[in-house]
């Protein structure tokens, strides 16, 4: 189970100005978000905004702790195509590992801190943030690590996205949805364990669990991959259109993999399954069963999964 709490002002002394409070609390992971945001930097068309972060999760033989702030910015460029660039600073705490953990998480425990710049396009068409119908959102991103910013981590993490809405008849949408990472250590590191690939869940392939699939160490835990590929296909429809109650059917495949391997080796992970979802007053709420298509010895078959938030 997790909660959500967030309270937010969208006009801050009526200047426009954002201010919002996030938290996440969960028997496994936690969250929390302090940002502001000022639409209008000078009166021109530049954004920008500052965040300040705690996020800590616990895996199966270890536990991950972030704690970091970041400022960011962002500029239209052609039409509905915006530009945008942030920087981050984070101290990265890796503890609790229990002995039988693989040795790249013995390896790995203490702290290291990574500063990073991260450039983005995005171009974003949608009819409606919360519950699109129309429209497609696409962007490309590099994150850039270490290096001349400073920080114990050296990467260089490649990224692109694409998603498309469209309903052709029934009030009944269509969406597809693609993802794929590329994640490279320089400087003669290794990928850090905390930015690998793992994939699994409500947020990437249902029907498993959540970051269970990508490569694994030798003892059978996952440690995940430097290159990840990520599909969605859904159909969702009208169940109770005034209280914005809607069903859907979904495909789901994608697979990380490591550093020696080649992108598809060994094929994608798949699941089918449905689900409800309904715009309530809170927020998007999600309540869906994935069924997985090919189970490996010791993986459930399918799986319950409830989020709130979007849906990806």
Request: aromatic share 14%.
């Amino acid at each position: 189970f997790v909660g959500t709490v967030q309270i937010s002002q969208s006009n801050l002394f009526g200047r426009g100005q954002r201010l919002s409070l996030v938290a996440q609390l969960g028997g496994i992971s936690q969250f929390y978000n302090l940002g502001f945001t000022e639409p209008s930097l000078f009166d021109s068309r530049l954004s920008g905004g500052v965040d300040i972060y705690n996020t800590r999760r616990i895996y199966d033989r270890y536990t991950v702790q972030r704690v970091g702030g970041g400022l960011r910015s962002g500029f239209p460029l052609v039409g509905r195509t915006r530009a945008f660039l942030s920087y981050k600073y984070e101290t990265i705490t890796i503890s609790d590992a229990l002995p039988t953990a693989s040795f790249i998480i013995l390896e790995s425990v203490g702290i290291s801190t990574t500063s990073s710049v991260t450039g983005q396009i995005r171009r974003d068409t949608r009819d409606n943030y919360a519950d699109p119908t129309q429209g497609s959102d696409n962007s490309v991103s590099l994150e850039y690590a270490g290096g001349v910013l400073g920080g114990t981590n050296d990467f260089t993490k490649y990224g692109a996205n694409s998603a498309w809405w469209v309903t052709p008849f029934w009030s009944s949408t269509f969406t597809t949805r693609g993802r794929i990472g590329y994640l490279q250590g320089r400087e003669g590191s290794n990928v850090p364990l905390f930015e690998r690939y793992r994939l699994g869940g409500i947020y990437s392939v249902r029907g498993f669990k959540a970051w269970t699939i990508g490569p694994v160490a030798p003892n059978g835990e996952v440690i995940g991959g430097d290159k990840e590929l990520l599909f969605n296909l859904e159909w969702i429809f009208p169940l109770i259109k005034q209280l914005k109650i809607k069903g859907l059917v979904f495909f789901d495949a994608g697979n990380a993999w490591d550093v020696a391997q080649p992108f598809l080796d060994g094929g994608l992970r798949t699941s089918v399954g449905l689900g409800l979802r309904w715009l309530s007053p809170m927020g998007p709420l999600r309540l869906e069963w994935g069924y997985n298509l090919q189970p490996k010895p010791g993986e459930s078959q399918s799986a319950w999964e409830f989020a709130v938030g979007t849906a990806f």
